[in-house]
């Protein structure tokens, strides 16, 4: 595979859980984006090879493994779209992707995701979706709080724990859509200046949530279907 020089989009669909890849990619010199539908592990020998800075902009879906090697962080500077799926405890040095602009991470450990530092996820961020990290509702402001430029969040199953959400005086400032889905969140306080870019909410499976989600855009007019979802539109 490492000789097909000119290939700019890999997609590999497999009915396997993982998927290990023992080219080279990174050293494919227009490869650029890299889906796969199981979980992909990078040989470690690849991982070691210094000689080559990637072109990948997109590498979904990654093994946390992959990423105990800070050498792929910098063979893969440029990578602007990463999905990980796995056991989120051994993973490491995301922050090290200062370009990322979408990130998605599944944890299927049952042990949460360790905030060591304020930094962990890189400042960039545009899009982020979590679930299995099973961060309490009152960190998100140390977890997402430094990301400014930050406009899709999604809080997907066990993504954070706990009954109760109070933002204060914590803004969004540039958020446009937000999706809760599957939260045992079950007070909820907060209000338009929390959120005054936010042009979409989407609420699923949030079967405790008491109080009224309209609140949080008053000025627009709110579509439920009937199935607990509630759509936040530019009225």
């Known amino acids: 595979m490492e000789d097909l ?43 070691k090879t210094r000689n080559h800075h990637s072109a990948l902009q997109t590498l979904s879906i990654i093994e946390p493994e992959t990423f105990t090697e800070y050498v792929l962080f910098a063979r893969c500077q440029n990578l602007k779209k990463l999905g990980i799926r796995g056991d989120m405890a051994k993973l490491v040095g995301l922050f090290e992707l200062e370009y990322l602009e979408k990130l998605k991470l599944m944890n299927l450990a049952s042990e949460g995701l360790h905030i060591r530092s304020e930094n962990l996820f890189p400042r960039r961020l545009k899009q982020l979706t979590l679930s299995g990290t099973w961060f309490d509702w009152n960190e998100i402001r140390r977890v997402v709080g430094y990301l400014e430029l930050l406009e899709v969040f999604k809080v997907k199953e066990n993504a954070f724990t706990g009954h109760y959400w109070e933002l204060n005086d914590y803004v969004f400032p540039c958020l446009k859509v937000l999706w809760i889905e599957r939260s045992e969140l079950v007070n909820w306080k907060a209000s338009d200046e929390n959120f005054p870019s936010l042009e979409r909410l989407i609420l699923r499976n949030l079967n405790k949530l008491g109080g009224n989600p309209y609140k949080l855009c008053q000025h627009k007019a709110p579509e439920n279907d009937g199935t607990g979802e509630y759509n936040q539109i530019n009225g």
């Open 5 to 47: 020089w000119n290939l700019q989009t890999l997609i590999i669909s497999t009915q396997q859980e993982t998927l290990n890849i023992e080219a080279d990619i990174c050293s494919m010199p227009q490869l650029r984006h890299l889906h796969t539908n199981a979980s992909a592990k990078l040989c470690p020998s690849v991982l």
